[in-house]
């Protein structure tokens, strides 16, 4: 992977942490990205937030059902999209793992 100006950033999905200096637990992935990526990425993480309160609001309501609940689906979709950005910017550790998980179908597409 080309990493000519870009830096390094540890990134964790569950606190949606994105950091230049290693800390604790917040290197789950570690990514290569010039400021513009990082933006994009928040943005990502943003929109997932989102749709994980639309889900919360869901959960209170007893006659909507899950399987056909479109919150569900944008966040699915969100967590797809950050893992595809994570596999894109990440270095090979990163980029095997999330390949290892199996959520992307085609990361390399």
């Known amino acids: 992977m080309e990493n000519t100006g870009k830096e390094r950033f540890y990134v964790s999905i569950g606190t949606q942490e994105i ?3 290693k ?3 917040n290197d789950d992935f570690v990514i290569y990205a010039n400021p513009h990526e990082i933006i ?4 990502l993480f943003d929109e997932m937030y989102d749709a994980d309160n639309l889900t919360f609001l869901r959960a209170h309501v007893p006659i909507m ?3 056909n609940d479109a919150s569900n689906d944008q966040f699915d979709q969100g967590m797809i999209n950050v893992f595809q950005k994570l596999y894109d910017l990440g270095d090979e550790k990163t ?3 999330i390949k290892s998980m199996g959520i ?6």
């Open 19 to 21: 950091s230049r200096l």
């Open 23 to 25: 800390a604790q637990n």
């Open 40 to 43: 994009e990425l928040r943005e």
């Open 65 to 67: 059902e899950y399987h």
């Open 95 to 97: 980029r095997s793992h």
């Open 104 to 109: 992307l179908e085609n990361p390399d597409n």
